[in-house]
């Protein structure tokens, strides 16, 4: 079972959508979760990142944590063109001082 | 310059060359990191380096050895490589070392083929 899991997609929403990205993990013992975002031929950069259960809303960009079900999501509303990239999660666990990532989905908004 | 610079930006290098690659951040961070991204695979971390001083080593070839004189530079020495190592290999920096909130700002990264 991979650590971290995301679905690679390509995941295609119609510009002005909501585009919604999922991440399962398997370590119960992870405490925070990262949104990187990287767009082709460019280095990852972080979006966000959340560690209590629930929502965190950042302008247009939502993470959700729901640690009873492992599962971290990220919402994009309004999707635009220029979001179009590939979407790393990544799982924090604090005792084994470890950051594992998923392998990303990747993200089309067409217009 | 700003943020974390990686060069080269792309390296072509032959079995039994030997070559390395430079990172060096502007960030004031101290702690810098080397990962290995393949398609299809997640990042892989390879080296940690903390106030200069390795602290992790992820059970990475000896065909690739860091180097960090400093908080600021990192260097990953490449010799008698493989086809397989062929990747994207990404520095990054932190302000403390991997954990809890600290973000990861990466560099471009150092598009490695193998021939």
């Known amino acids: 079972q991979k650590e971290v899991e995301q679905n690679s997609g390509p995941l295609s929403v119609p510009e002005g959508a909501i585009a919604s990205l999922n991440c399962t993990y398997s370590?119960?013992?992870?405490?925070?979760f990262f949104w990187y975002r990287q767009y082709s031929g460019k280095s990852p950069e972080l979006i966000m990142f959340?560690?209590?259960?629930g929502d965190k809303e950042d302008g247009r960009f939502t993470a959700q944590l729901n640690k009873a079900s492992q599962y971290v999501s990220l919402l994009i509303r309004d999707s635009q063109p220029s979001d179009s990239a590939t979407y790393l999660c990544a799982a924090f666990t604090g005792t084994a001082s470890k950051l594992t990532f998923g392998t990303g989905t990747r993200l089309q908004v067409t217009l | 310059e700003t943020g974390v610079t990686q060069t080269p930006r792309h390296l072509v290098m032959g079995m039994t060359n030997k070559k390395s690659l430079k990172c060096e951040q502007h960030l004031g961070h101290n702690a810098m990191y080397w990962y290995k991204q393949s398609a299809k695979k997640p990042l892989e971390l390879m080296f940690v380096y903390n106030f200069k001083e390795q602290t992790e080593n992820n059970s990475v070839p000896s065909r690739f050895s860091p180097e960090c004189p400093n908080s600021s530079h990192l260097f990953l020495h490449l010799h008698t490589l493989q086809p397989e190592d062929s990747a994207l290999y990404l520095c990054a920096s932190s302000q403390g070392r991997l954990g809890g909130v600290a973000p990861l700002h990466f560099g471009n990264g150092t598009r490695l083929t193998v021939t």
């Open positions: 370590d119960r013992g992870s405490q925070s």
């Open positions: 959340i560690y209590s259960n």
